[in-house]
Antibody, heavy 124, light 109 residues
């Protein structure tokens, strides 16, 4: 059974940093691109970025509005993908989801499995 | 950047058909995916590549894509289908690559 479990969320002060983790199981993690999406309270889904599978270079593509403060990485030995966030503002408050692309090419595949998300609250 | 437009809300009675639309410039040239998100839950893929369904999704869910509009159709709507529905495409533009529509809240009266 494919499982994705996010962790690392919580209450953080503005200007601080936070690293989220997405621990996976039930599939060959190294074969899949992994994706991060967030959702502000009562709002829609906002794409953050994705990281390609290692066999396709493990390169990262991020939304232009995110790349200055957010970075994505992966550790195939642990089946984990990370989202490092810095200089957080109250606008970064929301639920952060990791998800899996269903195939090697994000342009051609959907997000077929999602974690339950982890809540990040940025407040003083 | 590429924009997907969805109506904010739609109400249907149980047993009726819900047609949830997603408008985008020449969207028919893109693969459209649809996600269902019930309150307090993670999104769930219900239709991919315009019209295919994951094996766990009931046949009541179907999709189509033509011209500037993609449509998610739910026939014989059930109370349990009440949720937000988001469309999604991949765009090779400069700013965003994964693009989501704003979502449609389906209310089953």
């Amino acid at each position: 059974e494919v499982q994705l479990v996010e962790s690392g969320g919580g209450l953080v002060q503005p200007g601080r940093s936070l690293r989220l983790s997405c621990t996976t199981s039930g599939f060959t993690f190294s074969d899949y691109p992994m994706n991060w999406v967030r959702q502000a309270p009562g709002k829609g889904l906002e794409w953050i970025g994705f990281i390609r599978s290692t066999s396709y270079g493990g390169t990262v593509v991020e939304a232009a509005s995110m790349k200055d403060r957010f970075s994505i990485s992966r550790d195939d030995s642990k089946n984990i993908t990370y989202l490092q966030m810095k200089s957080l503002t109250t606008d970064d408050t929301g639920i952060y989801y990791c998800s899996r692309f269903s195939g090697y090419d994000p342009a051609a595949y959907s997000l077929d499995f999602w974690g339950r998300g982890t809540l990040v609250t940025v407040s003083s | 950047s590429y924009v997907l437009t969805q109506l904010p809300s739609l109400s249907v009675a149980p047993g009726q058909t819900a047609s949830i639309t997603c408008d985008g410039d020449n969207i028919e040239r893109k693969s459209v995916h649809w996600y269902q998100q019930k309150t307090g839950q993670a999104p769930l893929l219900v239709v991919y590549d315009d019209s295919d369904r994951p094996s766990t999704i009931p046949a009541r869910f179907s999709g189509s894509n033509s011209g500037d509009t993609a449509t998610l159709t739910i026939t014989g709507v059930e109370v349990g289908d009440e949720a937000d529905y988001f469309c999604q495409v991949w765009d090779s533009g400069r700013d965003y690559h994964v693009v989501f529509g704003g979502g449609t809240k389906l209310t089953v009266l």
